[in-house]
Structures are given as C-alpha cells and as structure tokens.
C-alpha cells in the first residue's frame, strides 16, 4: 500500500510563497508520474501541476503557470509544490497523487491517478 503524505500548507497573504511537500512511501517512487490538485470548498477538484518520473517534463494549469513549480526528489521520495505570487481566495485543499501504472506521461485527469494525499490546506488572506 502507497501512502502519500503532505505537508506545508497554512496561512498567507496574498503575494506571498508556500511550498508544499508530498513524501511517498516505498520504493518505486521515482517510477511515477505525480500531481498536484486543488479543491476549494463546493467545487470540483481540479488540476494544478504533474510532473514526469524523471524531472524532465511537467505540465501546470493556466491558472498556476508562471507562479507555481512542480519538483521532486526521488532520493527522498518527495514532490513539491512551490507556490509564489499567491492569490487571496477560499481556502483550498491541496493534495498530491500518484498516477497509475508506469506512463511516462503527465497527465491532467484524475481518472489517471491511483494514490491520493489526505490534502493540506491552503490559505491566502487579502
């Protein structure tokens, strides 16, 4: 069993930077793809960013682009989420996933993911 846990989220003002961390337990980490999700209070979960097993190739939301970098480590198991310029709004929920299967490929679908962090709030203050 896969066990994906987040941490780093809380309380920011708007402009300012969090990174959000997700360690994976086992070793075939660094044979996945990963993502990372957004959900707000009342509305569907959405994509934010994926990353290939390798580094080499990642894919973000239109909303995110240009603020939000997706990494990992594969030494520690470890993905992260570094968010700058962050935008005032409703606390959000987010939660990293692991896909399934051994694609090479980013994917923006949740139907591709097989493992789910328990989500880590999120929070920018106007």
């Known amino acids: 069993q896969v066990q994906l846990v987040e941490s780093g989220g809380g309380l920011v003002q708007a402009g300012g930077s969090l990174r959000l961390s997700c360690t994976a337990s086992g070793r075939t980490f660094s044979s996945y793809v990963m993502g990372w999700f957004r959900q707000a209070p009342g509305k569907e979960r959405e ?27 594969n030494a520690k198991n470890t993905v992260y989420l570094q968010m700058n310029s ?18 090479t ?7 591709y993911y097989d493992y789910w962090g328990q989500g880590n709030q999120v929070t920018v203050s106007s």
Request: hydrophobic residues 40%; charged residues 20%; positive net charge.
């Open 47 to 73: 994509f934010v960013a994926s990353i290939s097993w390798s580094g080499d190739s990642t894919f973000y939301a239109d909303t995110v682009k240009g603020r939000f970098t997706i990494s990992r480590d």
């Open 86 to 103: 962050l935008k005032p709004g409703v606390p959000a929920g987010y939660y990293c996933a692991r896909r399934a299967g051994r694609s």
């Open 105 to 111: 490929v980013v994917a923006v679908l949740e139907c």
